[in-house]
């Protein structure tokens, strides 16, 4: 999140894909970004809202369209893993899409080589850091680096780790 946040301009233009309950949304507005977040459940997009700021729309990330070359940033912490791998593929690229040249997009996967259901129905799929990367590099976005995570107890109790990936749209010539 550091590096994401130097990588912003000031007051940068920030969504936050999947912002569940607000905590990542709260802090870049604390930050002084200027964010909106998305989320599925109307339930967390309101504790979202409250707890940020900031304004919080119910939205599905699969059909989502936003303004081309709009965004100085893009946010995406545990919520792309819960797609479809094609359907991921399609978010990658309009995200691609909705970075200003230059822009910034965070993300994290859990780490692995499968897909699965959870007891709640939710999709979980894995991937590996070089898998990650592949996808982000085909979607047209640079990778900058890659760190993977011990599974931390207080965050997942599935007991994976997690691959954080920052990527920028490469600047126009």
């Known amino acids: 999140m550091r590096a994401f946040l130097a990588a912003l301009p000031p007051a940068g233009e920030v969504a936050d894909l999947g912002c569940g309950a607000g905590r990542d949304l709260a802090l870049l507005v604390e930050q002084g970004m200027r964010c909106v977040g998305y989320d599925l459940s109307p339930r967390l997009a309101e504790l979202a809202r409250v ?8 939205a599905d990330v699969r059909s989502l369209e936003l303004p081309d070359q709009s965004l100085d940033g893009v946010l995406a912490v545990a919520s792309l893993l819960h797609l479809e791998l094609d359907e991921i593929v399609g978010v990658l690229a309009r995200i691609a899409r909705w970075l200003r040249p230059g822009g910034v997009f965070l993300s994290t996967m859990k780490e692995g080589g499968a897909s699965a259901l959870d007891g709640e129905g939710r999709r979980f799929n894995l991937v590996t850091a070089a898998a990650w990367e592949a996808m982000l590099g085909n979607a047209g976005l640079h990778v900058v680096g890659t760190v993977g995570s011990q599974a931390d107890p207080g965050v997942s109790s599935s007991g994976h780790s997690w691959i954080a990936a920052l990527a920028r749209r490469p600047a126009q010539a």
Request: overall charge positive; cysteine-free; charged content about 10%.
């Open 51 to 58: 707890r940020s700021g900031a304004p919080v729309l119910v």
